[in-house]
């Protein structure tokens, strides 16, 4: 069958990550112009997730399966894990707010 014949429409699909993640659904798409070929979906995200940010652009190189009533797209994953640095413990500390004894002199001279 043509895809035309199946009826098929992206418009309100469930998008999941790989973990099983609800990420959204589908919003509007972009094409491109030469071949109409989706380059580009948009997603609307659940209500809580929406506080952060409403909507979510996917690339088409993030998709990994389309099926008939979902879309499946790569789980965002953290590149590499910063290491963590010793802090230098800092033994003594001069609070700027606190008045510091003012040293008396040795000796007074009254006339």
């Known amino acids: 069958k043509e895809?035309?014949?199946i009826n098929f429409t992206l418009k309100d699909k469930?998008?999941?990550?790989?973990?099983n993640k609800k990420i959204g659904k589908v919003i509007g798409y972009t094409l491109a112009a030469g071949n109409f070929i989706i380059q580009q979906l948009r997603i609307r995200r659940p209500f809580l997730k929406s506080f952060g940010d409403t909507e979510l652009l996917i690339h088409r190189?993030?998709?990994?399966?389309?099926?008939?009533?979902?879309?499946?797209?790569?789980s965002a994953t953290v590149s590499h894990i910063a290491e963590k640095t010793p802090i230098p413990q800092i033994n003594s500390y001069e609070n700027p707010f606190r008045k510091q004894p003012r040293p008396q002199p040795e000796s007074t001279k009254v006339d």
Do not use: A, N, P
Not at 14 to 19: A, G, N, S
Not at 61 to 74: A, C, E, L, P
């Open 3 to 5: 895809i035309y014949d």
């Open 61 to 74: 190189s993030q998709i990994i399966k389309v099926t008939d009533d979902k879309i499946v797209v790569k």
């Open 14 to 19: 469930l998008v999941i990550d790989e973990k």
